[in-house]
């Protein structure tokens, strides 16, 4: 069942399969990613600054609170993975 022959085998194949296999194509290409990092940090920092003095009393402003900062901690979070990966930190 495991015998040399199939690990030997295996061995060929995988190796064969890793040279016919399309090379990886990033979706923001490497060029823009400092663009990307910018734009998204700044919105970021925008909606926390937005975030900050917003209102804050009663149920309505706990609304406009969550409606601001999710898209900040998400804009944010992004735009420090594009950030490292600008600066060739590859995560």
């Not at 979706?27 to 940090?41: E, Y």
């Not at 600008?86 to 995560?91: F, L, Q, S, T």
């Amino acid at each position: 069942m495991f015998g040399k022959e199939e690990k030997g085998e295996t061995n060929g194949s995988l190796q064969k399969q890793w040279s016919l296999a399309p090379a990886y194509v990033p979706a923001i290409s490497i060029q823009m990613q400092p663009f990307v990092a910018t734009f998204l940090l700044l919105v970021g920092f925008f909606l926390t600054a937005l975030f900050s003095i917003t209102d804050k009393k009663g149920i309505s402003g706990l609304g406009k609170q969550i409606a601001i900062a999710i898209p900040a901690s998400v804009s944010l979070g992004f735009g420090f993975v594009y950030l490292l990966c600008a600066v060739g930190v590859y995560i």
